[in-house]
């Protein structure tokens, strides 16, 4: 199937051909594959982050994520959350909402870290982010 789509292509600012090799679509594709993937893992782990919470009768109130997990999931939300609401929130910056909790990007962050309204473990963990909520709400 795959050598029906691997072929020559002619480039269109030249009359020069292009020769794409089955390797490169086969690399291609996974990585597109990975990249999915990724994605929706991140999604469920925060979801699931959020249920262990909930659980407990108790509102997320923050989620503290590194950079690259807060980039997956903008990209996921690019294509996959309602349009009109929840991907507003996430293209905010460091600084977001989703599903009533507030989003926290620190480079520190490892994974992904959901916290209960007034979590002593925020402050333990995240001091930076609690003096960011105290300033916030000034």
Known sequence: MLNNIV????????????????????????????????????????????????????????VVMSSKYYSLLTKYAATHLDRNTQKEYLYKGFFAMLWGANIW????????????????????DFPEVVKAKEELNR
């Open 105 to 124: 990007v620190l480079s520190k962050a490892e994974d992904i870290n959901c916290y209960p309204e007034d979590s002593d473990k925020l402050k333990e």
């Open 7 to 62: 072929g020559k292509v002619k480039a269109i600012t030249s009359d020069s051909e292009i020769t794409v090799t089955d390797e490169e679509v086969q690399e291609y594709l996974k990585s597109l594959a990975i990249k999915g993937v990724m994605e929706k893992k991140i999604l469920s782990n925060l979801m699931d982050a959020f249920a262990l919470v909930e659980t407990h009768e108790l509102r997320v109130s923050d």
